[in-house]
């Protein structure tokens, strides 16, 4: 700097330091003088946006904002006390008093008392949480999968959402799934100024992290990129900004939980894991360790935490208990694991006194009935964030239904009462005499697949659990000998594929792993043979695969882009029929297949606006009922399939449901029908930590 220029810089930093103070003084007057909290608040923001280096003038706008906020009886005043404390500790009196502040705040006595839980955000429509909240509470990530699974930041406080990833194409026209880009989990740094995040690229995710200083959209650093990592998903970051807790799975479907250098991506391997990995990882407040959760068993519900060193040197089991237990982390003091336990018979809030590395005296209880669909992370000042979730869930309805008609012959009624919003994918047993379906239950690492099983004369209901469970399940049909299931998903083990479960015992086995294996799929009625959609290696066009049940020899029955995922077999087995889907995925045509090869033809075909689609085979598989959407008008038609003209049976109403299902009989009908949405809502407890000792 050359000494003539230094009066320009006094007077430029003199200028922004007054101009600060002016608003300053503004927004006091603002607030005192006119009796207008909210006015104020909008001048003391300004203030402290106009401060910069300014830092005393920023700390005392922060604290009489905060001010206002109680007035106003809004509780975002304690994030900005918190915010005082956390980035002006320098300022003497402003953090004395954001301290005093916090204290009054905070109500006295133990663990129990004054605990306060509260609805903080509702989430917009396509958000979907895959991380923490940042150390003060302030800041909320998210993905938005309405603007094609690119990542924002929500402020708490203001309300307003910054983009921190573009790039995003999920769901987007004409993208297929080997072209696919979007965000998935994220940890914020310690002094949240920094975000790391995993990237799916199509084939595999990598790891990158953004600096959330100033505005606008960041530049991202890529800082792990390996062609043996499938997926990984980061935690957490040490205290010291250096190593990032990460838990990944391997191209060879093997699990492992790690470190990651923040500054040059190297990874370090901690632990071979089972494949559903720890629902959450989190450094001890010294760095020397890392908690996790994980399954205790192959295929059920327990979990226990255990503490691993960051060099690797030695592991201990900190929670250990016959119940699922969850992480949710460390108390701000790092002297306490807390998590959520089943063992009392329902989900509660507990704590594990840790001291050098082991856990000391026994798990105490917190919080009773604590109902968490998914864990946020702890604030620098003890506030719990969760996630309550309801995903969109389906129940399972039975009707009569008058062909003819085409209408109920009364109001259908819910099937199954148990579990409600978590039953989907009814299939009638060959005999007609039972009615199974899948039931998804729990949430995040100990969600478990059940399925129950109704015999229609008794009305009873049993359940099977499948062993291997499955991490993800999306169909279920009967076997043609009524003895076993036949299912799509990815089991425990990590393995996507077809897989037959014995109705009796549960125990699932792999009728052909892999990725073109995950589709929906469907047995014929002799048991002889296997149907399923198979997507081919372009990633735009389906195969309609037959696979022989003996032999393993397949042969493709038809090929086509646009294809659904999902084929239904005629009650004769000659016939196969699939939909052909547009852009947004809605059927628009009806394709017939023969089983034992020849051409396929369209039975419908929809123009314009219109839809057309499967409704039902008839009974002895020699004619199938079809559908065409007209705006809101339904017509239904009779096709037979060995040719013949179409017959309009009649206009019906539409039905709100899906996995139709009907009876041997040709008349009972089960149906999957959507639940009750509820938006998905971010929730805190606060005061629930006991008083800090003053004495170490």
Same mark, same amino acid.
């Given at each position: ?427 009638? *047993? /060959? =005999? #007609? +005499?039972?009615?199974?379906?899948? &039931?998804?239950?729990?949430? @995040?690492?100990?969600?478990? %697949? !059940? ?72 047995? *014929? /009625? =002799? #048991? +002889?043979?296997?149907?399923?959609? &198979?997507?081919?290696?372009? @990633?735009?066009?389906?195969? %309609? !695969? ?151």
């Amino acid at each position: 700097m050359r000494l003539h220029q230094l009066p320009l810089i006094l007077t430029s930093f003199t200028a922004l330091f007054a101009q600060a103070d002016v608003t300053l003084q503004l927004a006091i007057r603002k607030e005192q003088l006119e009796g207008d909290p909210k006015g104020a608040i909008a001048l003391y923001e300004k203030a402290v946006a106009e401060a910069k280096a300014d830092r005393a003038t920023a700390a005392k706008a922060l604290v009489r904002m905060a001010e206002c906020y109680q007035k106003l009886g809004d509780v975002e005043s304690r994030k900005i006390y918190e915010w005082v404390l956390r980035d002006y500790a320098d300022q003497r009196e402003p953090a004395k008093q954001a301290q005093i502040q916090l204290a009054a705040l905070r109500p006295k006595g133990t663990a129990n008392a004054g605990i306060v839980n509260r609805r903080v955000w509702t989430l917009p429509e396509g958000g979907d949480i895959f991380g923490s909240v940042s150390p003060d509470g302030r800041y909320l990530p998210y993905v938005n999968w309405r603007k094609f699974g690119d990542l924002y930041l929500h402020d708490l406080v203001t309300g307003n959402d910054r983009q921190l990833t573009t790039g995003g194409n999920d769901g987007k026209p004409g993208v297929g799934k080997s072209e696919s880009q979007y965000a998935e989990e994220y940890a914020f740094s310690r002094d949240g100024k920094q975000l790391v995040y995993s990237w799916f690229r199509g084939d595999r995710y990598d790891l990158r992290i953004v600096n959330l200083d100033g505005q606008g959209l960041p530049q991202f650093r890529r800082i792990l990129d390996n062609e043996d990592v499938d997926w990984i998903g980061p935690h957490d970051w040490s205290p010291d900004g250096k190593w990032i807790a990460v838990s990944l799975h391997r191209q060879d479907k093997s699990a492992q939980i790690g470190v990651v250098s923040a500054q040059d991506g190297t990874l370090r391997i901690l632990k071979s894991v089972d494949w559903r990995g720890p629902t959450r990882m989190n450094f001890s407040a010294d760095g020397r360790f890392v908690a996790y959760d994980l399954p205790a068993s192959e295929s059920g519900q327990q979990r226990d935490i255990f503490l691993i060193a960051v060099d690797g040197s030695r592991e201990t089991g900190a929670v250990i208990h016959a119940s699922n237990d969850q992480l949710l982390g460390w108390t701000p003091d790092g002297t306490r694991l807390l998590f959520l336990s089943d063992r009392t018979g329902s989900s509660g809030l507990w704590s594990q006194r840790i001291e050098s590395g082991k856990p000391a005296g026994a798990a105490e209880l917190v919080k009773t009935e604590l109902a968490i669909a998914a864990n946020m992370g702890i604030t620098s000042s003890g506030t719990l964030y969760y996630w309550s979730h309801r995903p969109p869930g389906m129940d399972i309805h039975l009707g009569t239904f008058d062909m003819e008609k085409g209408d109920f012959v009364s109001p259908p009624v819910q099937l199954v009462q148990n579990f409600v919003g978590s039953n989907s994918s009814p299939d009638w *047993s /060959p =005999d #007609g +005499k039972r009615v199974a379906w899948i &039931s998804r239950r729990g949430n @995040g690492g100990s969600r478990v %697949v !059940v399925i129950g099983v109704r015999a229609m004369e008794t009305g009873d209901v049993r359940e099977v659990m499948p062993s291997p469970n499955f991490q993800l399940f999306w169909s279920l049909t009967w076997s043609a000998d009524g003895k076993s299931f036949v299912g799509c998903g990815r089991d425990f083990k990590g393995r996507n594929g077809i897989f037959r479960i014995d109705a009796e015992t549960g125990m699932s086995s792999l009728i052909m792993e892999g990725a073109r294996a995950s589709a929906y799929a469907v047995e *014929s /009625p =002799d #048991g +002889k043979s296997l149907y399923f959609p &198979s997507q081919v290696s372009d @990633g735009r066009e389906v195969a %309609v !695969v037959k696979r022989d049940l003996r032999s393993g020899e397949e042969s493709v029955l038809f090929q086509r882009a646009n294809l659904e995922r999902g084929a239904v077999v005629s009650p004769d087995g000659r016939h196969l029929l699939i939909h052909e889907v547009n852009e947004m995925r809605m059927p628009v045509a009806v394709v017939l297949i023969p089983t034992a090869g020849g051409g396929p033809r369209e039975l419908m075909r929809a123009t314009g606006t219109e839809l057309a689609s499967f409704f039902a085979w008839g009974v002895d598989g020699r004619s199938v009922v079809l559908r065409k959407r007209i705006g809101g008008k339904v017509e239904r038609w009779r096709m037979p399939v060995d040719g013949g003209q179409p017959q309009k049976i009649a206009e019906m109403k539409p039905i709100n449901g899906n996995n139709l299902r009907f009876h041997p009989d040709g008349k009972q009908m089960v149906f999957s029908v959507p639940a009750p949405r509820k938006p998905s809502e971010i929730w805190t407890l606060e005061n629930f930590l006991p008083e800090p000792s003053s004495s170490k």
